[in-house]
């Protein structure tokens, strides 16, 4: 699995679409946004970082076949050291969830 994927719990079946559960996270980026902007700005080395990360894991998820379809600010979480993990993928086609859910949870991050 991706380090910058954060981890999946579970998927939720409805009659029309499935939905993961992805494992909580202190903040969003979203938070950091509206309450922590001036700590953003003054450790630009770490919102660099912050970008890159979420870059990879984009580039990962592309290189797979998997369209994340809404990234914004809230589906971008962050722990205490501003490690970046992305969420809030949704899936509507059972095929699409079978074959993608296992290439993320499977994956083996050696490259």
Request: charge should be neutral; glycine fraction near 4%.
């Amino acid at each position: 699995m991706h380090p910058n994927l954060a981890p999946l719990l579970r998927v939720i079946e409805t009659k029309d679409s499935f939905y993961p559960i992805f494992e909580r996270q202190p903040f969003t980026l979203e938070d950091a946004l509206k309450f922590g902007r001036e700590v953003l700005r003054s450790e630009s080395n770490k919102t660099l970082f912050m970008f890159y990360q979420l870059l990879n894991v984009i580039e990962f998820c592309h290189q797979r076949g998997i369209v994340h379809g809404n990234i914004n600010p809230s589906n971008i979480v962050l722990n205490n050291d501003a490690w970046v993990m992305l969420t809030g993928f949704t899936c509507t086609d059972m095929a699409s969830v079978e074959g993608k859910s296992r290439v993320l949870l499977n994956h083996n991050h050696t490259n």
